[in-house]
């Protein structure tokens, strides 16, 4: 935040002006003055430019609640037996200056998607989401027949 630095300046004047530590706001060009002994003055203008970040870390990513697992640039996502990988909206927080595709848009996750996180200096981090539903633990005979016959189920046995 530029706009309340307090610099350190050292001079071999007899005065600066502002002083040194004084907090100032270097959104804009300040001028420093340094005055001689003699009464002669020089003018310094300071000029802070601000680095843009380089963050860009996808920091929680989630589907229909449930959250997944950020390992390095590999995020995983398990999810419940039933649940259609094909269109699911999850929901992304990051670091960077821009995300794509955005959180919150469906994407089809039967095949892993790449998120790429741009910093706000241009570079960009891509990570690669994997949805992993449930296999079903549902194993039961639900009709039986022989030759047009059908067959009583009860429990395990027809």
């Not at 203008?45 to 843009?52: D, E, G, K, R």
Request: proline share 4%; hydrophobic share 35%.
């Amino acid at each position: 935040n530029a706009s309340s630095l307090s610099p350190t300046v050292v001079h071999t004047g007899a005065s600066l002006n502002p002083t040194t530590g004084t907090a100032q706001d270097f959104t804009n060009p300040v001028t420093y003055r340094v005055t001689a002994a003699d009464g002669s003055t020089k003018d310094y203008i300071v000029t802070v430019i601000v680095a843009a970040s380089s963050t860009k870390d996808i920091t929680a990513f989630s589907i229909n609640g449930v959250n997944g697992v950020i390992s390095g640039t590999a995020v995983t996502v398990s999810l419940p037996t039933g649940t259609n990988a094909s269109s699911l909206s999850p929901t992304v927080v990051h670091t960077g200056a821009s995300l794509n595709p955005t959180t919150g848009t469906a994407q089809d996750f039967t095949n892993p998607v790449t998120y790429r996180v741009t910093a706000a200096d241009g570079s960009t981090k891509d990570y690669i989401v994997t949805v992993i539903v449930a296999a079903s633990s549902t194993k039961d005979i639900t009709a039986f027949s022989i030759n047009g016959v059908n067959g009583v189920i009860s429990g395990t046995a027809v």
